[in-house]
């Protein structure tokens, strides 16, 4: 889906990431000859019964090399559901449950070509499960030359 802006700026670019296996995270490579600048990431994520405490962070890499890493700093236990998001200012919803957990990108989060785009989970367990991964960016396509 893409939306045009006012001149001067991208476009507006939902990407939809195919939900992993249980167990695993995903990674996602920004296209060539694109620049974005990063608006939001957010994932449904659902812990196994096996006592863990999980700790989640979005990070983007350039070739070997993590380049910015945005964790989230509250723990995720064992049999939970989150909704878990990153934008900047990591603002977001709150629910009663506390099962919204929030990460902070900076305003002006700005990539370029094949940047790899990945969740990191530390105690990941072999049942959790990670889907609805939702990528919003401003795209603005650039040459080659």
Known sequence: MRSILPENQGYIRHVTI????????????????????VISLCAHFVTDANPANRQISLD???????IFRA????LITD???VDASWSPGGGGVVNAANTAKMGVLPSNLLI???TIIFLT???????DQ????????EEWMESLV
């Not at 964790?71 to 509250?74: M, P, R, S, V």
């Not at 989970?121 to 049942?127: D, E, L, R």
């Open 112 to 114: 370029n070509n094949e």
């Open 121 to 127: 989970i530390a105690n990941m367990q072999i049942g």
């Open 130 to 137: 990670l889907t609805e991964i939702h990528l919003l960016v």
């Open 71 to 74: 964790g989230i700093n509250d």
């Open 18 to 37: 195919p939900d992993p296996a249980a167990g695993a995270v995903f990674t996602y490579t920004q296209p060539v000859a694109t620049r974005w600048r």
């Open 79 to 81: 049999s939970l559901t």
């Open 60 to 66: 983007f890499r350039l070739g070997t090399d993590v």
